[in-house]
């Protein structure tokens, strides 16, 4: 995948980094690390500028996230609370805790959204629940704007700096990558055995 990626990248320049970028927020497994590394090693030999991949990419990150969150907002809890309704049993999920996870997100949502555009996997997803919680558009865009801005213009700065050692930088990304998946499949876990031992006192 690497590979078809840089080769992409070469041939459609800023274009194919901001189509690049926001399928990768719809499709996480295409690692955002090596579009921006590598598109920042592209402005030491070609015409483009770290400002210039930095801005695509965040327009690409926002082209993703917007029909992320609007997939979101069709869902809505209120669908999901049917789906609970239906599979509830099997999945050992009630309505009470759609609610009580809606309702954290009402509290602590912006900042979610902000923190998460700089967590790998997750960058990406944040933006179903933001929609699903009915977060407000623009204050939506405004932390993923301001969440993307900063992963992107590390990334790409990184990447400029090393020049033909981008790819260590992605090996290093790759490891960071791992730990961040390491500790969402604990937290997954985690409440996976909360829910059991809750159900069975049920």
Do not use: H
């Not at 992409?8 to 399928?23: D, N």
């Amino acid at each position: 995948m690497e590979s078809w990626i840089t080769e992409f990248m070469e041939q459609f320049g800023y274009l194919g980094i901001l189509l690049l970028i926001a399928l990768e927020n719809l499709f996480p497994p295409i690692p955002s690390e090596v579009i921006l590394t590598f598109g920042g090693f592209m402005t030491t030999y070609t015409s483009l500028t770290p400002l210039g991949v930095i801005v695509v990419a965040t327009l690409g990150s926002l082209i993703g996230a917007i029909i992320l969150f609007y997939i979101g907002r069709l869902l809505g809890v209120e669908r999901l609370e049917k789906i609970v309704d239906r599979w509830g049993r099997l999945l050992r999920v009630k309505k009470e805790d759609i609610r009580k996870a809606d309702a954290w997100f009402d509290k602590y949502g912006y900042w979610a959204v902000f923190l998460c555009r700089m967590v790998p996997l997750i960058r990406s997803l944040i933006s179903l629940p933001a929609g699903m919680s009915g977060m407000k558009l623009v204050p939506f865009l405004f932390f993923t704007t301001i969440g993307t801005l900063i992963w992107n213009t590390i990334l790409v700065f990184v990447g400029a700096a090393v020049g033909d050692n981008w790819e260590q930088i992605v090996e290093f990304m790759d490891v960071y990558s791992n730990i961040a998946y390491a500790l969402i499949a604990l937290v997954a876990i985690a409440v996976i055995i909360l829910y059991i031992r809750r159900a069975r006192k049920f």
